[in-house]
Every structure is written in C-alpha cells, then in structure tokens.
C-alpha cells in the first residue's frame, strides 16, 4: 500500500476555494470516484473525487479552510498498482494534481482560450423564424453527455434573461443553463433523464423582434470569428461571467454572442416543491438514489447547505419513525402546518412516552386504513344493575368487583359467536376474511401513562365471575405497567368504556386488524315508554364503530339489537 496524497485541482480559474465539507473517517473504504471532500468558490461547488480505489487515510485541511491549487488536502492509501495509475505518492517530490479533478471552469479572469469560447457559441441561437430563438446546451468542457435534472420553465412561461431554464448534471458539476433572452417559452424539447451534449436544443423562444436581430448581428460577427479562431478555440466549460450585455459591444469591437452561462455556483441551488435547495452533486446523487426530496431536508452546512449527513440522518429519521413519518402528511394528505405556539404565549414541550407514540401510530394507521362507520342504540340495564347490585355480599365473599363490564365483555363474546362477521379480520391483501373460532376480547385501560388494551381470552367459556376477576387483574397490571406483550395479543373485538368517567356517547376508533369495538357511557335514569306510560330506566349508551370493509349495515343493527337483547336480560347469556 501506498499513501497517495490528493492536491487541489485545477478550479478554473478560481483562486481559492473554501472546503466545504469532509464526509469520511479514517480506515473509511473509498471506490474510485467516490467524494473525498467538497469545495466552494463563489461560483462553484465541486467534489473531489478518488482518483482510485483505496482506504481513506486522513484530511490534510479543517472544514472552512481556504485552499488554493496543489495544496495538498486528503491522504488515500491505495494499493501500489493503483498508485502507479493515480495521483503522486506522498513520496514522490512533485505532488501532482489527481487524475479525476473536476473541472469546473470560472471565467471572471477568462484566459485567451476562454475569450474564444464564446465565439462557438454563436451557434447555440439560431433565428428559426423571425421571432424565435432555440436556445442550446453551451459548451459544457468535454463530449460527455450530461444529465437533464431539472426542467426549470413550463411552455408559455415569461422568462427574463438570466433565469434558469434546465439544470444538467454531470458526475462531476452541476450547471444551470440561464436564458439568454427574455421572452416567452414556446416548446421545450428536452426532458428529466435525456442525456444532453454541447450543442443540443434546450427550448423554442419567442422574443422581441429587436432582440432577435441584434443577436443575428452578433451571431453574423461570431461565425466570423469562429472561423478565423477555429484553431484556438476550446471545449472550455463556460461558467463564464462572460456578459451576455456584451452583445452591446463598441463600434469596431468584435461582438460577442450572446454567451449561455451554466453557473455551476447557482446550480447547486434547487428549486423543488417550491424551496431553495443548496447542495452539492454527491449530496444530490445520494439523495436521488435514496429517493429523498432534498427539499425537506434541512442542511447543517456553510450556508445551510446539506450535506450527506444530513440526508443520511433524514432517512434514519424516517426510518426509525417509520410508524409514525409525520403527525400529518403523507399519502398526499396535506400536512397540517407546524405553529410556533411561544408567540401566542408560554410554552412547553412534553415528549411522548413509548405507550403514546405507539398510541398515536395505531390510531393514526387505524383511522387512516378503515372506513368507520358508528351506529348507536342504548341498553335497558335496570335488571341488569338489580341483579349486579344484589350480588354485592357474594362479591364481598368471594373477594371479586363485580362491574358492568364483566357482562358487557360475557354479552360481547355472545355477540360475536351469534353474528360471525363480527369476528373475522380482512387479510393482508385484501382478498380473503380470515374467520375466528375463538372469542377473546380486548379491554381498553386508562393508564397514567396512556392507553393499553389487554385481551381476555376465551370470554364464551367463562362466567361473570372469572370475567370479572380478570377484569381486575388485568386492569391493576395495566396501571402498573406489568402487563406481558402476550396478555395485549390476539383480541378479536375491543371494549372500550368510560362508563366510569362520564359522558353520553362517542364514536370509538376500530383497533384494526379487528373489524369492531363498542364505546361504552354512562349509564343513566330515563324515561323510557314502555307502550303505556314513561317508566324510568336505566339506559346504557352504546356506539359500535365497525370497518365498513368487512361489515355492513345490516351486520352492525344485527350485532347491536342482539347486544342489547343479551344486556336487557341476562337471562339470554345463560342460553
Ligand atoms: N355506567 C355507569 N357506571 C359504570 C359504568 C357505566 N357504563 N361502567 C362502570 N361503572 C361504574 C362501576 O360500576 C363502578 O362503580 P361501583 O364501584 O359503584 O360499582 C365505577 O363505575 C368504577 O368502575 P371501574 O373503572 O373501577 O371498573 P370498570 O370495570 O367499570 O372499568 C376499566 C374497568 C378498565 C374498563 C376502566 O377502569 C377503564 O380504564 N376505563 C377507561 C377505558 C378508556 O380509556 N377508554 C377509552 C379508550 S379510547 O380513547
């Protein structure tokens, strides 16, 4: 192995660069053309890629350092062959400028060869009818084909001189290609994903007469030039501050065409979903494989710029609240916008514990997944409560609180064993029922720390007073945070009751995979006709909510008249 060491390269044209960025650690294995580190002009950001495969050793330079050509920056070590056909070792006494350098070309102190360039641009407008214009792909510095990223302008778009039509991007740059002209887009015939190459039309203009001729004028006087320069011309990349004012030359100077600029320091700002994105080609690869938006993604760069990093940690974010991406948003549901609520007053923020994360997650998925639909009725529970009330020296006796919910939980297993549909779940895919021949319902406890729901298993072949034991049990275990992962497991149906607390009726959300849950309020005295007479009664409110998918209409007002059935007399259960 060799220790290679990487200069800076050539930065056409510029004379010190900021570094910008240094994305890897020491021992990091680097391929060849992979980003060593980043630098920034003030009109361009470029990577510096690996002129070979190798092991990264270390960085020779600080981020925000100031840097110039040939100042040694990064140390590979690469295998001696490698070494032979890349950059100099840290041996060797010349250090030489490494193979792959971008070249990324500024032209504010443009060379003898840069002043030709514009002259073959003469060709990149052509007049096609009097008013029009097609403007092409400057020259972009090699006869590589480059990538259309971005599509700046929409057909019938007013354009100033200056703007943005297409972005390209090479591996190595990114380029704006501005309009030379102001005027109206009539066709743009490239699209994202064509490869384009010195020369290629970009998009049909129409612009004032005026300006059109001024541009044959320059044009007529360019392809002059061109062909008493042809020999001196070159393929140089025109990130020119080449005027394109320049048109308006003095009498007797040669004019210059209308030069087209690919600014590769504008390029590495992207407009998407209407936000300024700031980053580099790398960062911009990446976040293309990875299928980020880089407009969401929020850079904690120089500037604001993003760095790999920071989409890398945007991922993991994602990923590891893939249960939970957003409050809002997604699947194209318009997110709900983030308030700073301080400025209405004081303030302060309580991070979710894992219960009501997963709380959040499940009711999220479920209201979102299952077409609800609520039907309501109330229970006759006065026979029901004489009979619970007169059990009270028993329940002393025995040790156990009887409630209304054991017989809610006995009755709701009747339920579902009499009304099938009630308790199947839709499979995965959507194609089949998945039918239960077991009845275990889940029991929805109020915790301090949130809402957990423990399953009692096989309620059909238990009575009222094992139901209510467990009831117990479980409740107390759900509010000291003891319940086992397989006592929340495995529910067909869910009760939930706030019987307890108050309220006349709400409409409870299914905890899909089940099809169904009853909301349970509180009881209370009402008239009630009973075809003579108001007689007092007390009444028990009951919403069922159901997953329309897999239960109808007709299902739930079967479901529900039977439930009441089974809660009016409790004979019923005893069947
Ligand atoms: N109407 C009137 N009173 C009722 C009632 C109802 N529907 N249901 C229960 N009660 C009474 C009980 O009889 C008991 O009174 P007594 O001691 O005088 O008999 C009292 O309310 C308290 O009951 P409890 O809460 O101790 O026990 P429970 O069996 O009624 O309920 C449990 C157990 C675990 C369901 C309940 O404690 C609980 O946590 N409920 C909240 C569920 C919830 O949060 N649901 C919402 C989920 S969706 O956000």
């Given at each position: 192995?060799?220790?290679?060491?990487?200069?800076?390269?050539?930065?056409?044209?510029?004379?010190?660069?900021?570094?910008?960025?240094?994305g890897?650690?020491?021992?990091?294995?680097?391929?060849?053309?992979?980003?060593?580190?980043?630098?920034?002009?003030?009109?361009?950001?470029?990577?510096?890629?690996?002129?070979?495969?190798?092991?990264?050793?270390?960085?020779?330079?600080?981020e925000?350092?100031?840097?110039?050509?040939?100042?040694?920056?990064?140390?590979?070590?690469?295998?001696?062959e490698?070494?032979?056909?890349?950059?100099?070792?840290?041996?060797?006494?010349?250090?030489?400028?490494?193979?792959?350098?971008?070249?990324?070309?500024?032209?504010?102190?443009?060379s003898?060869?840069?002043?030709?360039a514009?002259?073959?641009?003469?060709?990149?407008i052509?007049?096609?009818?009097?008013?029009?214009?097609?403007?092409?792909?400057?020259?972009i510095?090699?006869?590589?084909?480059?990538?259309?990223?971005?599509?700046?302008?929409?057909?019938?778009?007013?354009?100033?001189?200056?703007?943005?039509?297409?972005?390209?991007?090479?591996?190595?740059?990114?380029?704006?290609?501005?309009?030379?002209?102001?005027?109206?887009?009539?066709?743009?015939?490239?699209?994202?994903?064509d490869?384009?190459?010195?020369?290629?039309?970009?998009?049909?203009?129409?612009?004032?007469?005026?300006?059109?001729?001024?541009?044959?004028?320059?044009e007529?006087?360019?392809?002059?030039?061109?062909?008493?320069?042809?020999?001196t011309?070159v393929?140089?990349?025109?990130?020119a501050?080449?005027?394109?004012?320049?048109?308006?030359?003095a009498?007797?100077?040669?004019?210059?065409?209308?030069?087209?600029?690919?600014?590769?320091?504008?390029?590495?700002?992207?407009?998407?979903?209407?936000?300024?994105?700031?980053?580099?080609?790398?960062?911009?690869?990446?976040?293309?494989?990875?299928?980020v938006?880089?407009?969401?993604?929020?850079?904690?760069?120089?500037?604001?710029?993003?760095?790999?990093?920071?989409?890398?940690?945007?991922?993991?974010?994602?990923?590891?609240?893939?249960?939970?991406?957003?409050?809002?948003?997604g699947?194209?549901?318009?997110?709900?916008?983030?308030?700073?609520?301080?400025?209405?007053?004081?303030?302060?923020?309580?991070?979710?514990?894992?219960i009501?994360?997963?709380?959040?997650?499940?009711?999220?998925?479920?209201?979102?997944?299952?077409?609800?639909?609520?039907?309501?009725?109330?229970?006759?529970?006065?026979?029901?409560?004489?009979?619970?009330?007169?059990?009270k020296?028993?329940c002393?006796?025995?040790?156990?609180?009887?409630?209304?919910?054991?017989?809610?939980?006995?009755?709701?297993?009747?339920?579902?064993?009499?009304?099938?549909?009630?308790?199947?779940?839709?499979?995965?895919?959507?194609?089949?029922?998945?039918?239960?021949?077991?009845?275990?319902?889940?029991?929805?406890?109020?915790?301090?720390?949130?809402?957990?729901?423990?399953?009692?298993?096989?309620?059909?072949?238990?009575?009222?007073?094992?139901i209510?034991?467990?009831?117990?049990?479980?409740?107390?275990?759900?509010?000291?945070?003891?319940?086992?992962?397989?006592e929340?497991?495995?529910?067909?149906?869910?009760?939930?009751?706030?019987?307890?607390?108050?309220?006349?009726?709400?409409?409870?959300?299914?905890?899909?995979?089940?099809?169904?849950?009853?909301?349970?309020?509180?009881?209370?005295?009402?008239p009630?006709?009973?075809?003579?007479?108001?007689?007092?009664?007390?009444?028990?409110?009951?919403?069922?909510?159901?997953?329309?998918?897999?239960?109808?209409?007709?299902?739930?007002?079967?479901?529900?008249?039977?439930?009441?059935?089974?809660?009016?007399?409790?004979?019923?259960?005893?069947?």
């Amino acid at each position: 192995m060799t220790i290679q060491t990487i200069v800076v390269p050539d930065l056409g044209g510029a004379e010190t660069v900021e570094v910008i960025e240094l994305g890897l650690n020491p021992g990091d294995q680097v391929e060849l053309e992979d980003s060593l580190l980043v630098l920034e002009s003030d009109k361009a950001t470029m990577d510096v890629p690996s002129p070979a495969s190798g092991v990264f050793s270390k960085y020779l330079v600080a981020e925000g350092a100031t840097v110039k050509v040939g100042d040694p920056i990064a140390e590979i070590e690469v295998s001696g062959e490698a070494a032979g056909s890349g950059a100099e070792s840290a041996d060797s006494e010349e250090v030489e400028q490494i193979a792959h350098a971008p070249v990324v070309e500024s032209s504010e102190d443009n060379s003898a060869e840069q002043q030709a360039a514009p002259q073959s641009e003469s060709e990149q407008i052509v007049a096609s009818q009097s008013s029009q214009l097609m403007v092409k792909v400057p020259d972009i510095g090699s006869d590589e084909k480059v990538e259309v990223i971005e599509i700046s302008v929409a057909v019938g778009d007013y354009v100033n001189e200056g703007d943005t039509l297409v972005v390209l991007e090479s591996d190595k740059a990114t380029m704006d290609v501005p309009s030379t002209h102001s005027g109206k887009v009539l066709k743009i015939v490239v699209a994202e994903g064509d490869k384009l190459a010195t020369g290629d039309d970009v998009a049909l203009f129409e612009v004032e007469s005026a300006e059109v001729s001024a541009d044959a004028a320059a044009e007529e006087t360019a392809a002059h030039s061109v062909a008493k320069t042809e020999s001196t011309s070159v393929a140089a990349p025109v990130v020119a501050e080449s005027n394109a004012n320049s048109i308006q030359a003095a009498p007797g100077q040669p004019a210059q065409p209308p030069s087209i600029k690919p600014s590769v320091a504008s390029a590495a700002t992207e407009k998407s979903a209407g936000a300024e994105v700031y980053a580099g080609p790398a960062v911009r690869l990446i976040a293309r494989e990875l299928g980020v938006e880089l407009s969401q993604v929020t850079g904690s760069g120089p500037r604001g710029r993003i760095l790999k990093d920071d989409v890398n940690n945007f991922v993991k974010q994602v990923m590891q609240n893939k249960a939970v991406p957003e409050v809002t948003g997604g699947s194209g549901i318009p997110p709900v916008p983030a308030v700073d609520f301080s400025q209405f007053g004081e303030i302060e923020e309580i991070a979710l514990n894992k219960i009501q994360k997963l709380t959040a997650a499940n009711m999220q998925r479920n209201w979102l997944n299952v077409p609800h639909v609520t039907q309501f009725d109330d229970a006759d529970i006065t026979e029901l409560e004489a009979f619970r009330k007169g059990l009270k020296a028993e329940c002393e006796k025995r040790g156990v609180k009887v409630t209304p919910v054991a017989f809610l939980i006995k009755a709701i297993g009747a339920a579902l064993q009499a009304n099938p549909e009630f308790n199947r779940s839709l499979s995965a895919d959507g194609q089949n029922f998945i039918q239960k021949h077991y009845y275990h319902v889940g029991m929805a406890v109020d915790t301090p720390r949130g809402l957990v729901v423990p399953v009692i298993k096989d309620v059909n072949e238990k009575g009222i007073w094992d139901i209510s034991a467990e009831i117990s049990e479980l409740a107390a275990k759900a509010r000291d945070g003891k319940l086992k992962p397989a006592e929340m497991q495995g529910g067909c149906f869910t009760l939930s009751s706030l019987g307890a607390i108050g309220g006349n009726g709400f409409t409870p959300i299914v905890n899909s995979p089940e099809v169904g849950i009853l909301g349970v309020s509180k009881s209370q005295m009402k008239p009630v006709w009973d075809g003579a007479e108001f007689a007092p009664r007390l009444m028990l409110p009951l919403a069922l909510s159901y997953d329309h998918r897999v239960i109808n209409g007709g299902d739930a007002g079967r479901f529900m008249t039977y439930l009441v059935k089974l809660l009016s007399d409790i004979r019923y259960l005893a069947l």
